[in-house]
C-alpha cells in the first residue's frame, strides 16, 4: 500500500515554471513506477509522463517532451515534474500515480495499469 501526495501547483504566466512534487508513503517506493497524469475542465485525465523505479528510464507524451522532465529521488520517497515553458494548454489537475514493479526500467502510460493515485494539484498557465 501506498499513499501519494502532490503538491508545487499553482498559478504561472506563459513561459513560466513550475516544479511539482509526489510524496509516497510506505518504505518500498523504490520498487513502484510512477506516472504522471494530468486533466483539463471538460477532458478526460490524459498521460503526461512515466518513470521507472531506478528512475534510469522516462518516456513522455508528445504534447510535453522537450519541455518537462519527470525525476525521482528514491530516498526522499518523492517524484519530481519539473514544467518549463508552461503553455496555457497545459493548465490542468496534475495527478501523479505508483505502480509496483519489479523490473526497474519498465514503466507505464496507461491510466489503468497504476493501483496508486494521489489527490491532484491544479496547475493554471495565464496567457
Known amino acids: 500500500q501506498v499513499q501519494l501526495v502532490e503538491s508545487g501547483g499553482g498559478l504561472v504566466q506563459a513561459g513560466g515554471s513550475l516544479r511539482l512534487s509526489c510524496a509516497a508513503s510506505?518504505?518500498?517506493?523504490?520498487?513502484?513506477?510512477m506516472g504522471w497524469f494530468r486533466q483539463a475542465p471538460g477532458k478526460e485525465r490524459e498521460f503526461v509522463a512515466a518513470?521507472?523505479?531506478?528512475?534510469?528510464?522516462?518516456f513522455y507524451a508528445d504534447s510535453v517532451k522537450g519541455r518537462f522532465t519527470t525525476s525521482r529521488d528514491n530516498a526522499k520517497n518523492t517524484v519530481y515534474l519539473q514544467m518549463n515553458s508552461l503553455k496555457p494548454e497545459d493548465t490542468a489537475v496534475y495527478y501523479c500515480?505508483?505502480?509496483?514493479?519489479?523490473?526497474?526500467?519498465?514503466?507505464?502510460?496507461?491510466?489503468?495499469?497504476?493501483?496508486?493515485w494521489g489527490q491532484g494539484t491544479q496547475v493554471t498557465v495565464s496567457s
Open positions: 500515480a505508483a505502480r509496483r514493479e519489479y523490473n526497474g526500467r519498465k514503466y507505464y502510460t496507461a491510466e489503468n495499469a497504476y493501483s496508486y
Open positions: 510506505g518504505r518500498t517506493f523504490s520498487s513502484y513506477a
Open positions: 518513470i521507472s523505479w531506478t528512475g534510469g528510464d522516462a
